[in-house]
């Protein structure tokens, strides 16, 4: 069950890391065609991530039954504020910046949602990076 939860760790973080690179790096550099792709894509993996997230915390609950440490606390706390932020800000953020970008809609409304969901994102990142430190701590302990 570790093994499973490392993994879906990762893939979780490296998709959330990779869309908000993505969205940077398009808004700089991109057409306004390369940015509704980008919206696009981030939709289909949103596929991929919501369930990397869903099983990182079951796995990681599983995990931790019977064990009282104090970083599986602190990562207890953060799973939830990762997981609302997740679907309460970020998947309504992706979906609707999706449908403005494929509208061609690039105004004021989609750039201060593109701010909120880098945000949003940026935060998610640092939360679940930050639980993963946590967990590799206590991993060298336990060994």
């Known amino acids: ?84 932020n997740g679907l309460l800000v970020l998947v309504p953020l992706a979906l609707y910046l999706n449908h403005l970008a494929a509208e061609g809609a690039f105004d004021t409304t989609f750039y201060g949602l593109q701010a909120l969901e880098l945000m949003a994102g940026a935060t998610n990142l640092v939360l679940m990076v930050g639980n993963v430190a946590l967990g590799r701590r206590m991993a060298a302990n336990i060994a």
């Not at 490392?6 to 940015?35: C, D, K, P």
């Not at 990182?56 to 609950?61: E, F, N, P, Q, S």
Request: net charge positive; charged share 15%.
């Open 1 to 84: 069950m570790r093994i499973v939860h490392r993994l879906a760790a990762l893939v979780a973080i490296a998709s959330v890391g990779s869309f908000w690179i993505s969205t940077v790096l398009v808004e700089l550099f991109g057409t306004a065609g390369q940015i509704a792709s980008v919206k696009q894509l981030i939709v289909y993996g949103m596929g991929l991530l919501v369930p990397a997230i869903a099983l990182t915390g079951i796995t990681g609950a599983r995990l931790s039954v019977g064990r009282d440490a104090p970083g599986i606390s602190a990562k207890r706390r953060r799973m939830p504020v990762i997981a609302a």
